[in-house]
């Protein structure tokens, strides 16, 4: 069974900075690429990062202007997001994500598993 475990959300004020953490078990991890997206009230599902499963290749929106850090620990299953900068705009719940594309996907549709998310509250 595969599970994908969020953590590290919580409310920060502007311009200051989270790690989240997902912690992946029941799959191969080294095979799959990661990724992170996020849902505001309201809104759709959107695309934060993504890294493929070497971790040697990386994409994000244009929108986040290098703000955010995508990484991962193939050895201990674990995807990492560094969120700096942060604005109330940010202010969603956060999911980790699991897809065998071999490339850089960035459509939720092309994953296969999901976590249950973890809040992120940015206060201005």
């Known amino acids: 069974q595969v599970q994908l475990v969020e953590s590290g959300g919580g409310l920060v004020q502007a311009g200051g900075s989270l790690r989240l953490s997902c912690a992946a078990s029941?799959?191969?991890?080294?095979?799959?690429?990661m990724g992170w997206f996020r849902q505001a009230p309201g809104k759709e599902r959107e695309f934060v990062a993504v890294?493929?499963?070497?971790?040697?290749?990386?994409k994000y929106p244009d929108s986040e202007k290098g703000r955010f850090t995508i990484s991962r620990d193939n050895a201990k299953n674990a995807v990492y997001l560094q969120m700096n900068s942060l604005k109330p705009e940010d202010t969603a719940v956060y999911y980790c994500?699991?897809?065998?594309?071999?490339?850089?996907?960035?459509?939720?549709?092309?994953?296969?598993?999901w976590g249950q998310g973890t809040q992120v509250t940015v206060s201005s």
């Open positions: 994500a699991a897809s065998r594309n071999v490339y850089v996907p960035s459509i939720s549709s092309q994953y296969a598993y």
């Open positions: 029941g799959l191969t991890f080294s095979s799959y690429a």
């Open positions: 890294i493929a499963r070497t971790g040697y290749s990386t």
